[in-house]
């Protein structure tokens, strides 16, 4: 039967699709395989047989261990393209029933239902939308506009709808993903309790309409983390994926080939500040680095000049997950490192597939890769200690250093601008976060209101834009008793000008309870002490593995009193302030943290130990990487 597969996927890849049908079509009734059924759907959506295709994707739904959300959802618009209205919004409904915030089932509605079922009038725009009471218009603007994140009538949308169906998962988490993203702190203090009470009630219910970054946001338990399941068009992998996939025939070369998969790969990419370095010091005589890229040609575009000295590319973005797949394994990977988990667009949902002996986990996302095959994640002992290990699917390969590479030769380290120039006031103690504002939780906020209580010669400088979210930031400041003329905002900008301005910080205050990571490298990298307290997840482990890294570990305290303390003894110690900033200064090229060569070294050891297991047929199990000598 894998031969009649194999030689169909042949015919499909070469055109040849009447024959491909001719070869696939017997299988529907021979193969329990979900695969080759999806395949003959995709041949017949070339041909445009799109009535056919979708009633075949409908039936690779209905098998074992199919990615059944993406199935239906690729039914559902093919049913509304060849006309059939009725099938189409049958299957919108059963795409609602898994996930009733699912966009694709929103479109389908939208365009399938009769106007007489949603409106007695015809309703023209997103408002008129929005302004109805009626759940059937809402939901038909979700699949309008929910995928604008920067559109900020998912407010109103969200809340609304949220009246309509208050026990639904799936839409309380997009109104509180809505209300981080523009700092709406009234929606946060009203719904973030109570939806951590319904978390007490019923955690796995209540979280699976949420997505894993989204709630990191808030939450640092990693088994509640962990629960977090809302990734679209990801379904489990089998439970026996990953011993068959490790079970297949491999040939393995003289050198380790290294696979690394992203839509990050643009230099101006914040991964990128970080892992270029790892590309540029990868020894060519033992490794040979491809780059799995589907990286969006817009950003592409953006790019000034660094991928040129990557290495090979193999461009996915235009790609199906079938042909990514197959891209990736004629490649003959020993090693594929996947480098954005569940973080925006990622694609990691091809990790289900066997694609390499070893699939590894690292960087991108700070956790657990849920319902993602990979046999490692790639940490430290600092994020990833012994006891988070049962909460995670992967085994740790933990790093002896930090987890985080830093590419010290193309960062840009500006001169720092002077405070006037910024709007800073001359003599203040000056405390700063430039994180990104979706990580300003309501924890952080109550904990930096602390910090101002104490330090009354403090003022807390921002990267908060727009006029709505800085007097939102503001009023919940002044909730918290704090005079919101202390509080200083600062707009975004380029990257090297960003860095000349943070240096006009006198220390920055760290978010909880998921950290700053690149914004925390890049503020010691600019000489600003970074204050942070011992977190519960990797997501708030970060600026303590980095610190380390540094030689500052006197800057992470034990608790949210001893990061207190810890912040207004810096404030009322300018002698100190300065000592810490000529310490980072002379640590910088000296200590782990901004060591490329050392840390390559160190990932390579890992790599090398990840493939002797893999050859000796030995399963994948946890290690330490032994620290090179200093």
């Known amino acids: 039967m894998q031969d009649i597969f194999a030689t169909a996927r042949a015919a499909y890849d070469g055109a040849r699709y009447e024959e491909a049908i001719s070869l696939l079509a017997p299988m529907l009734a021979e193969t329990p395989d979900w695969q080759p059924v999806a395949l003959l759907g995709e041949t017949f959506d070339r041909l445009g047989m799109a009535a056919e295709a979708a009633e075949v994707f409908e039936m690779a739904a209905a098998r074992p261990d199919a990615e059944t959300h993406y199935l239906l959802q690729r ?52 408002d008129d939308l929005i302004a109805s009471d009626d759940p059937e218009r809402l939901l038909k603007a979700v699949g309008l506009i929910a995928e604008d994140q920067r559109d900020r009538r998912n407010l109103t949308l969200f809340s609304r709808l949220r ?27 009203r719904e973030e309790p109570l939806l951590r009470r319904a978390v007490e009630k019923d955690a796995a219910a209540v979280l699976a309409g949420e997505t894993p970054y989204q709630n990191l946001l808030w939450c640092g338990d990693e088994a509640l983390n962990a629960l977090a399941t809302n990734v679209s068009g990801l379904e489990p992998p089998a439970s026996d994926a990953s011993a068959r996939r490790r079970a297949m025939p491999h040939h393995w070369g003289e050198k380790i080939r290294i696979g690394y998969l992203s839509n990050d790969f643009w230099d101006d990419h914040a991964t990128m500040r970080l892992f270029q370095s790892v590309l540029t010091a990868h020894d060519s005589a033992r490794f040979e680095v491809t780059l799995f890229c589907y990286t969006n040609a817009r950003f592409v575009g953006f790019d000034g000049g660094g991928r040129a000295d990557w290495g090979r590319i193999v461009r996915l973005e235009k790609l199906s997950d079938q042909a990514a797949a197959d891209a990736i394994r004629a490649a003959g990977i020993d090693i594929l490192v996947d480098l954005k988990g569940h973080s925006a667009d990622s694609r990691s949902r091809l990790m289900n597939r066997p694609l390499a002996p070893v699939h590894v986990a690292w960087l991108g996302f700070p956790g657990t890769g849920v319902n993602v095959d990979c046999d490692y994640v790639i940490g430290d002992p600092v994020v990833l200690p012994q006891t988070a290990q049962a909460h995670y699917r992967e085994a740790f390969c933990r790093l002896p250093e930090s987890y985080q590479p830093n590419d010290p030769h193309r960062r840009p380290l500006p001169d720092p601008l002077p405070r006037e120039t910024l709007g800073l006031p001359a003599d203040a103690v000056v405390f700063a976060n430039f994180c990104s504002p979706r990580k300003n939780s309501l924890e952080s906020m109550a904990l930096w209101a602390r910090v101002l209580q104490r330090c009354e010669s403090a003022v807390y400088w921002m990267m908060v834009d727009g006029d709505a979210e800085q007097a939102s930031t503001r009023r919940h400041f002044a909730s918290l008793g704090i005079d919101p003329a202390r509080i200083l905002f600062a707009p975004k900008m380029a990257y090297h000008a960003h860095l000349a301005r943070a240096q006009a910080a006198d220390a920055c205050l760290d978010t909880f309870p998921y950290n700053g990571h690149t914004t925390t490298s890049d503020m010691l990298w600019a000489g600003v002490p970074v204050v942070t307290k011992r977190g519960t997840n990797f997501a708030s482990r970060v600026s303590e593995s980095l610190l380390k890294a540094i030689g500052l570990p006197e800057l992470v305290a034990d608790d949210a009193e001893g990061f207190i303390d810890l912040c207004a003894a810096l404030a009322s110690d300018r002698a100190r302030i300065a000592e810490l900033k000529q310490r980072l200064a002379a640590n910088r090229m000296s200590t782990p943290l901004f060591d490329a060569d050392r840390f390559c070294r160190h990932l390579e050891q890992a790599y090398g130990t990840m493939t002797e297991r893999a050859k000796a047929g030995l399963e994948p199990q946890a290690f330490d990487v032994e620290a090179l000598p200093r």
Do not use: N, W
């Open 163 to 189: 009246s309509h169906f208050p026990e639904d998962p799936f839409i309380r988490a997009a109104l509180l993903a809505s209300a981080r993203y523009f700092q709406a702190y009234d929606i946060l203090t």
């Open 75 to 126: 039914a559902a618009r093919l049913q509304l393209a060849s006309g059939r209205r009725d099938k189409a919004m049958a299957l919108a409904a059963r795409l609602r029933r898994i996930d009733p915030a699912d966009t694709v089932a929103a479109e389908v509605l939208a365009e399938a239902m009769p106007a007489a079922v949603l409106s007695s009038r015809k309703v023209e725009t997103v």
